[in-house]
Structures are given as C-alpha cells and as structure tokens.
C-alpha cells in the first residue's frame, strides 16, 4: 500500500489513560475531543508523518467534580495550556505489525520524547466503501516530567495519585 493521508474517526477511536488512585485503585478516563494529521502507509509506519492534538478540556473520568479538579491549574491548567500534542519524529519497525514511535509529547507547555508501542491492527472497506485502518498504541509516562506534580499524602503511607500514567490509543483512521 502506498503512502497516503488518513483522517481519524473520533467515533470509531478513543484516548484513554489509567492511573493509580490511593496506591492500589485504578482510575481510568479519556479525552472525548482530538484530531490528528497522519502521512503514512498503514503497513509500514517507518516513515509515517503524524501530528496528534488532544483538547485537554474534554477531559471525562466519570466524576464531574475529578474532571474539573483535572482541568484546573493543579493539573491541565486548561485555561493555559488547551491541547495536548505529540509529533512523530520517528518510527522503528519490532515486529510483525508492531512498531516502537517516538515523538515529541507536549502537556502544560513542557515537552519530552516518548515512546508509544504501536500495533497496526488491519485495512478493510467499511460498510459505505471507505478504506479503514485500524491501530493501537499504549505508553507510560511519569506526570511529573510534564508539570503535573500536584498530589495529597495518604495518612497510611503514600500518595492518593501515582506518578506513573499509563496511555491507551484505539484509533481508526479513514483513507482520505
């Protein structure tokens, strides 16, 4: 397959993340609003040009008064800080379907390489004819390399909300 632009289907996708909470709980939200840019052949991403915007105010854990303790300055700061991006600047293939990406991740104006473990999932029509292709994408990082630092000690030992971040992609991008 060649080379092409592909739009994402934000109704078909979802960006999701899950957290420790109190150390042994796990909380799991997503963002309900994206968009990306994505170069690529679906069945070779080593040279895949991909841009991904994340609306950090269409934060959804569930739990009106957590999302808005998540849009506040304690974390997002979504009054300074709207988007979450991330800029693929390069691509490894590791196997059969699998890819190491890495790119430039940008949360409340800091910026850092990550890593995100990408599966090529297939290509087929759907059922109006368009061309689909359909990816995962998983990574961790620690919240406190992008700012995120606010946190409350535990009176047993610990923290309510654990540095480490987990993210989920499930993207499924139409060939436009």
Not at 106 to 129: L, M, S
């Amino acid at each position: 397959m060649a080379k092409s632009t592909w739009n994402v289907d934000t109704s078909h996708s979802h960006v999701g993340f899950s957290v420790k909470h109190m150390m042994f709980t796990t909380v799991r939200g997503s963002f309900k609003q994206f968009s990306a840019t994505v170069v690529a052949d679906p069945e070779d991403l080593t040279n895949a040009e991909i841009d991904f915007t994340v609306e950090t105010a269409s934060i959804d854990t569930g739990d009106e008064n957590r999302d808005n303790h998540l849009r506040s300055a304690d974390f997002f700061d979504v009054e300074n800080h709207p988007q979450i991006t991330f800029h693929a600047t390069g691509t490894t293939k590791t196997g059969t379907n699998a890819y190491d990406m890495t790119g430039d991740l940008t949360i409340r104006g800091v910026t850092k390489p990550v890593t995100f473990h990408v599966t090529y999932e297939g290509t087929g029509k759907n059922p109006w004819g368009a061309e689909v292709a359909g990816f995962s994408a998983t990574t961790s990082i620690n919240r406190k390399d992008f700012g995120l630092t606010w946190n409350a000690a535990l009176e047993t030992g610990g923290v309510l909300v654990s540095d480490q971040v987990k993210i989920e992609l499930e993207i499924q991008a139409s060939k436009a």
